[in-house]
């Protein structure tokens, strides 16, 4: 799950605004968000004290419902920190959807901004971070944890009775966790032309973390795009061979840049990479079926397996765009990166 309200979360906390957690705890038949959906409220500074969030728990009438009751927590200390609210969403919202959702508010003080700021920097550096709260519980419980600690958590990611069964509205004895991480798949993407830099404005939202390589001195080229964004590694290296040995596992790779030679280079790298660790999750060239046709006879002359080149995506994208504007043509290459998650 993308989980960008976390960073806004902190930056909110900063400036000693609190803010409410809005989450969705429970879902019966169709809705537009899936449990653990969840956004960041608060209330700006200046005189107006206008509302602002980031994240959604579906949008429509739900989530304007569930704005209200967030500024009302926010505008009156005296109201509880912990709300349960349930939705019809037919016959109290009249949302086609027509299921049920449970959502919690909690309010967040600005004082815990040590605390929070820790979390972020944990899930920006690869960490998970842990949810938990109980019916007798005043506030959630957070925790970092290990990665073989979250996949055995991953069975209570949905509000549960004890014995296991959903919760209903007469049970009163419950509990709800909540796998937060803030970072969703790693891409290296090497090239730093107009579809790069097309496809880094598309991929950051999504909460990837793109670990941006380029050989030439192109920084001062690059256009409309925060370089010091915390999601956003970017780096100029002579050797970009280097990075794909060091890369983390079950990472994207995608090569697009200015120099077949160099695209050649990096392909036999990647493919190496592969054939020794099996841990590539998504491996894309840019270029054309004579490209690729080329590429494949160099590769097989030079003892590359039939079956090894069958995880090189060249051309890349979805199929039914055939535009070559560079804008266009990353949106279809992210396309074609969310089936691989």
Same mark, same amino acid.
């Given at each position: 799950?993308?989980?960008?309200?976390? *960073?806004?979360?902190? %930056?909110?906390?900063?400036? +000693?605004?609190?803010?409410? %957690?809005?989450?969705?705890?429970?879902?019966?038949?169709?809705?537009?968000?899936?449990?653990?959906?969840?956004?960041?409220?608060?209330?700006? !500074? *200046?005189?107006?004290?206008?509302?602002?969030?980031?994240?959604?728990?579906? $949008? $429509?009438?739900?989530?304007?419902?569930?704005?209200?009751?967030?500024?009302?927590?926010?505008?009156?200390?005296?109201?509880?920190?912990?709300?349960?609210?349930?939705?019809?969403?037919?016959?109290?919202?009249?949302?086609?959807?027509?299921?049920?959702?449970?959502? %919690?508010?909690?309010?967040?003080?600005?004082?815990?901004?040590?605390?929070? !700021?820790?979390?972020?920097?944990?899930?920006?550096?690869?960490? /998970?971070?842990?949810?938990?709260?109980?019916?007798?519980?005043?506030?959630? /419980?957070?925790?970092?944890?290990?990665?073989?600690?979250?996949?055995?958590?991953? /069975?209570?990611?949905?509000?549960?009775?004890?014995?296991?069964?959903?919760?209903? !509205?007469? &049970? +009163?004895?419950?509990?709800?966790?909540?796998?937060?991480?803030? /970072?969703?798949?790693?891409?290296?993407?090497? $090239?730093?032309?107009?579809?790069?830099?097309?496809?880094?404005?598309?991929?950051?939202?999504?909460?990837?973390?793109?670990?941006?390589?380029?050989?030439?001195?192109?920084?001062?080229?690059? &256009?409309?795009? *925060?370089?010091?964004?915390?999601?956003?590694?970017?780096?100029?290296?002579?050797?970009? &061979?280097?990075?794909?040995?060091?890369? %983390?596992? !079950?990472?994207?790779?995608?090569?697009?840049?200015? *120099?077949?030679?160099?695209?050649?280079?990096?392909?036999?790298?990647?493919?190496?990479?592969?054939?020794?660790?099996?841990?590539?999750?998504?491996?894309?060239?840019?270029?054309?079926?004579?490209?690729?046709?080329?590429? &494949?006879?160099?590769?097989?002359?030079?003892?590359?397996?039939?079956?090894?080149?069958?995880?090189?995506?060249?051309?890349? $994208?979805?199929?039914?765009?055939?535009?070559?504007?560079?804008?266009?043509?990353?949106?279809?290459?992210?396309?074609?990166?969310?089936?691989?998650?």
């Amino acid at each position: 799950m993308i989980n960008e309200w976390i *960073d806004r979360l902190a %930056l909110w906390l900063t400036q +000693n605004s609190d803010c409410v %957690l809005v989450t969705v705890m429970s879902v019966i038949g169709s809705a537009p968000r899936e449990v653990g959906a969840s956004m960041v409220v608060h209330l700006t !500074n *200046d005189p107006q004290q206008t509302i602002e969030s980031v994240g959604s728990i579906g $949008g $429509g009438h739900l989530e304007w419902q569930s704005l209200n009751i967030a500024q009302s927590m926010l505008s009156n200390q005296s109201e509880p920190s912990l709300i349960m609210e349930r939705f019809n969403l037919g016959a109290r919202l009249g949302q086609c959807c027509g299921g049920r959702v449970l959502v %919690l508010f909690e309010r967040i003080s600005h004082l815990d901004i040590d605390f929070f !700021n820790n979390f972020l920097y944990q899930t920006q550096h690869g960490q /998970t971070l842990y949810r938990y709260l109980s019916s007798s519980d005043k506030h959630s /419980t957070w925790q970092i944890k290990k990665a073989i600690e979250t996949e055995q958590s991953k /069975t209570c990611y949905e509000i549960m009775h004890q014995d296991g069964s959903c919760l209903n !509205n007469k &049970e +009163n004895n419950w509990q709800f966790s909540q796998i937060i991480e803030s /970072t969703r798949f790693h891409v290296y993407l090497f $090239g730093a032309g107009h579809i790069a830099q097309a496809l880094v404005k598309l991929l950051l939202p999504l909460a990837a973390k793109v670990h941006w390589i380029e050989t030439r001195d192109y920084q001062n080229r690059i &256009e409309n795009i *925060d370089l010091s964004h915390a999601y956003l590694d970017y780096q100029e290296t002579h050797i970009p &061979e280097k990075l794909i040995e060091t890369a %983390l596992p !079950n990472s994207f790779f995608i090569v697009m840049t200015h *120099d077949h030679g160099l695209d050649f280079q990096l392909c036999q790298a990647i493919l190496k990479r592969q054939v020794k660790q099996q841990d590539i999750r998504y491996f894309g060239m840019i270029g054309s079926t004579t490209k690729r046709a080329n590429f &494949e006879r160099r590769l097989l002359a030079r003892g590359v397996s039939p079956e090894t080149l069958t995880s090189l995506i060249c051309p890349m $994208g979805i199929t039914g765009i055939h535009s070559k504007e560079p804008n266009l043509i990353a949106i279809a290459i992210t396309a074609q990166l969310l089936q691989y998650l």
